[in-house]
């Protein structure tokens, strides 16, 4: 194992903020440049430390604070960043108390120990951890996605932790679990399937000498805490998981509103909380929206809302968890007692709209208000409302909040306007930032392509599908089974809205990676999948890069040109794609990274276009129909105030 970690070219570039051919040039024109360490004459790879001197030295690398310094030299030398900070995380613990790391120290953290020592000097144990934590779940290309400190405090305060023992089933590297330590738990216990990330979590809560464990393991399959009751459960479950246990938990005493549908593993999780919540004690979910409504989980979302289990379901604002474009959904739960009343009435919030700072304490204080009358009548025009349950229990038991919201009152119009005009004024705002920053290329050389049918025989990829409906079925899934991603999906840029209900021909899962292209459109599309859980729907293309060959979003990037959207379509003036004659640019992999990160970014700066447009569009409207019925007035202009009709 390497004693000094590495850094490519394209890296390098990225470290002094320069395009990749500026790397190039001082390889050429200065002889002191570090010459290589690894890697290959056509992806070569330098000491990190040499070439961070370098650039010191020239005047082209800041000084860093050694937190910053500590954390690129700690990611640089693992594949694993989550396991490095980890084992940083136990060296900072065995100093705070006193004893001797061992020998237990890797040979990649041997160099950075004079940095880490720095860092504890200078902040403490906790504070140090906490500066690389930051740093660690900071977003990012590549970064795993952890619940915000805003949205897991909003969550602890819902579920009341303060002054209990507090349960994470799905800990993560601890996110909710560090918000109900800030909210007053007592104790602190959670169960985390990847090892590194619950090693993160419960590092962080024994270095502040927090009573609780974080165990390794599936929450679902093998229960840490079989039979054990919290005072309260908070919980960001994973979504859409296909293969989550249904079979051999098909009679598991956990599900104590009935038996879960295969097709409804976050309903699993929220049976899991109850029961691991004791009588009167609170869980709050994160869930995504189609939970509400799916018709396979519509008789358990029944049994929780007879039985008094589920109180309130709340539609957050859109990314108000990152990674998830669409408004998620809190569902707050409350063990109810076998013998208890059922309650007359439910709470749904429709906070959709605006940002999740500025809504959370309406949020908590309709929650609060509501808990302290559950039978009063809630309803805030546009926002929320206390639904009868016996109008909850119809045909559907949708309980999706936007849905059984009152009729929008005038002045409910002019806060929504608000609301749109700020959204629309913050997403313009950022297209500075995302528009995409390029330059010519140096030689102006384009280089060999290769079509895709090749790249497929070569290794590089496999092509999967289309895929084709069963004989007779011309309509998308609509109801039941797992999501589908749909042609519109992709086109649209969002997640999978179908639902597979035996009528595809074949089912594929969706992985992590995999570039997803329209047989039929108006216009060639490539989608880099970011989640898995999803099937491939119809009339789909399915490409799965080889990663050791071949970058995901520097596919997809090269696919979507008008040159191939030429190349690919079986007549001229068709819309109908072969994609296996899409032609790629032939690359060595650190390039294709380095021009896959600048697809990524144009595809963020399409879909915040794609967002202005709708939100121009839904002004629009909001503001005609405000006028039109005279609840909105035109703000005259300051020199129109002083001028009188002609005649006065």
């Not at 590495?6 to 470290?15: G, K, P, S, V, Y």
């Not at 903020?17 to 190039?24: D, E, F, K, L, P």
């Not at 004893?99 to 860092?119: E, F, T």
């Not at 929504?416 to 140096?442: F, I, K």
């Amino acid at each position: 194992m390497q004693e000094t970690p590495t850094i490519t070219a394209a890296e390098i570039a990225r470290l002094a903020g320069v395009g990749r051919a500026a790397v190039s040039n001082w390889r050429k024109r200065h002889a002191d440049f570090p010459a290589p360490v690894a890697g290959t004459p056509a992806s070569p790879e330098f000491d990190l430390t040499q070439v961070e001197q370098w650039l010191h030295t020239q005047g082209k690398l800041p000084e860093l604070a050694t937190a910053d310094r500590l954390w690129r030299h700690l990611a640089a030398a693992s594949a694993s960043p989550a396991s490095a900070l980890a084992a940083v995380g136990a060296l900072l613990l065995a100093r705070q108390r006193g004893q001797r790391p061992g020998r237990s120290i890797g040979p990649q953290l041997k160099p950075l120990l004079p940095d880490i020592d720095a860092l504890a000097a200078e902040l403490g144990a906790q504070q140090a951890f906490d500066e690389l934590w930051q740093r660690f779940s900071a977003p990012g290309p590549g970064r795993l996605f952890a619940t915000p400190d805003d949205l897991a405090d909003l969550m602890a305060a819902l579920a009341d932790v303060g002054g209990g023992a507090v349960l994470d089933p799905a800990a993560g590297s601890g996110a909710t679990l560090r918000a109900a330590v800030r909210a007053g738990c007592t104790s602190a216990y959670g169960q985390e399937l990847d090892a590194d990330l619950g090693r993160l979590a419960g590092l962080w809560l024994a270095l502040r000498d927090v009573p609780g464990e974080v165990c390794i393991g599936d929450s679902l399959r093998d229960d840490a805490f079989p039979g054990r009751a919290f005072d309260a459960v908070v919980c960001h479950p994973p979504f859409g998981a296909t293969n989550w246990g249904d079979e051999e938990l098909g009679h598991d005493p956990r599900w104590i509103v009935g038996t879960t549908p295969r097709t409804e593993p976050e309903l699993a999780w929220v049976q899991h909380a109850l029961a691991h919540l004791r009588v009167g004690g609170h869980a709050v979910l994160l869930m995504p929206p189609t939970v509400a409504s799916r018709r396979a989980g519509k008789r358990i979302r029944a049994e929780l809302l007879r039985r008094g289990h589920l109180r309130a379901v709340i539609a957050l604002p859109a990314r108000a968890a990152t990674g998830h474009g669409v408004p998620l959904h809190l569902w707050v739960l409350r063990r109810a007692a076998a013998d208890a009343p059922p309650p007359a009435r439910a709470l749904l919030v429709d906070a959709a709209g605006g940002d999740l700072a500025e809504t959370a304490p309406r949020i908590l204080q309709t929650w609060r208000a509501f808990l302290a009358a559950p039978d009063a009548e809630v309803a805030e025009a546009g926002f929320a409302r206390a639904v009868p349950v016996i109008e909850l229990l119809d045909e559907e038991v949708d309980l999706t909040p936007a849905r059984r919201q009152p009729a929008v009152a005038g002045q409910a119009t002019g806060e929504h306007l608000v609301r749109t005009r700020e959204r629309l004024a913050a997403v313009v705002g950022d297209l500075s930032t995302l528009m995409p920053q390029v330059t010519p290329a140096p030689d102006g050389h384009e280089g060999e392509f290769l079509t895709v049918g090749e790249l497929a025989r070569a290794g590089a990829l496999q092509v999967i599908g289309p895929v084709r409906a069963l004989a007779g079925e011309d309509a998308e899934p609509s109801a039941g089974g797992p999501p589908v991603l749909t042609v519109q999906d992709v086109l649209n840029g969002e997640e999978a809205s179908g639902r597979g209900d035996g009528r595809l021909g074949q089912e594929i899962a969706l992985a992590v990676g995999d570039v997803v292209v329209p047989m039929i459109a108006r216009q060639l599309t490539a989608r880099v999948v970011s989640a898995e859980g999803a099937l491939l729907g119809r009339n789909l293309y399915l490409l799965r890069p080889n990663p050791a060959a071949l970058d995901s979003w520097f596919l997809a990037g090269q696919l979507r040109t008008s040159a191939n959207e030429r190349q690919a379509s079986s007549l001229s003036g068709t819309l109908r794609f072969d994609v296996r004659r899409a032609q790629v640019r032939r690359l060595a992999l650190e390039e294709q990274r380095a021009h896959g990160e600048a697809f990524r970014r144009l595809d963020a700066f399409e879909s915040a276009i794609r967002q202005a447009a709708s939100l121009g569009a839904e002004l629009a409207q909001l503001t005609a129909d405000g006028l039109a019925r005279g609840s909105l007035a035109p703000t005259l202009r300051r020199q129109d105030q002083h001028e009188s009709p002609k005649g006065q």
